[in-house]
């Protein structure tokens, strides 16, 4: 009997129509899916306790081998909504942010606003879970995934990464890929690659199964996160990985 390949996810609702073939379809019986967040994700995919991942772009120089196998991806043409620096004060008023421990990604993309775009040097922070109600008088926190978007209900400053990203480059930005640490076959790829596109043919489904009243889930999928892997987008992935290493 071949052995399952292993393949893991973030948790959070972007992901949710990558994710969707995956419940039945063609490959059910072929894989085995994990689901946590993004830097836990990443962790297991270097360590090769899975085989393919849907993990953020920073893990990429840190992995031996790498293939991205997919045409889709989690990404944004703009404002992402889920991604975002929160604020009492104005930007050039905060003096300390906390970062979020949930992705690296993340964290690289806001320290290349921080000096390239914002022109601003706070004290970054390490955090720990439910470092969002430190989040007041002048220190900032950076907060990703669906706490953001309840996130985006309290804070008087909103600074989306995305839209900050957009309006330093004028490029597209791809937050998470799916990439495997070692040579599947062409046959797997091939059906892999449907089952990842196929949520996006489904997206009424996908939605009438969501409960979550603090953001506009529709407009979430259709208008904030973009999720094919085109050409333009691979060229942005590849400025951003160059500014990190």
């Given at each position: 009997m071949?052995?399952k ?43 090769k306790e ?36 929160f ?94 640490n ?18 996006l ?17 529709q ?18 992935l590849?400025?951003?990985l160059?500014?990190?290493?």
């Open positions: 071949q052995d390949i292993k393949i893991a996810a973030v948790s959070y609702l972007n992901a949710k129509p990558l994710l969707f073939a995956f419940e039945g379809g063609a490959l059910k019986n072929q894989i085995e899916l994990t689901i946590d967040y993004p830097s836990k994700i990443a962790e297991q995919l270097i360590k899975v085989d393919i991942a849907l993990v953020p772009v920073a893990v990429i120089p840190k992995l031996k081998e790498y293939y991205i196998i997919s045409d889709y991806c989690i990404a944004t043409e703009g404002e992402v909504a889920s991604v975002c620096l604020s009492e004060v104005p930007i050039d008023q905060i003096e300390t942010i906390l970062l979020d421990y949930q992705s690296q990604t993340s964290v690289a993309l806001l320290k290349i606003l921080l000096r390239e775009h914002w022109k601003i040097t706070p004290v970054l922070q390490s955090s720990e879970i439910g470092y969002e109600a430190s989040i007041k008088n002048n220190v900032a926190g950076l907060v990703i995934g669906d706490r953001a978007l309840m996130q985006r209900n309290k804070s008087n400053y909103t600074y989306d990464l995305g839209l900050a990203w957009k309006e330093m480059t004028g490029m597209p930005f791809v937050f998470a890929v799916w990439v495997s070692k040579k599947i076959t062409d046959d797997f790829i091939k059906k892999f690659n449907q089952a990842t596109g196929e949520g043919n489904n997206l009424d489904t996908i939605l009438s199964g969501i409960v979550f009243p603090h953001y506009d889930m407009y979430y999928y259709t208008k904030n996160i973009n999720f094919l892997l085109d050409s333009k987008k691979q060229e942005s590849k400025m951003f160059a500014m990190i290493k």
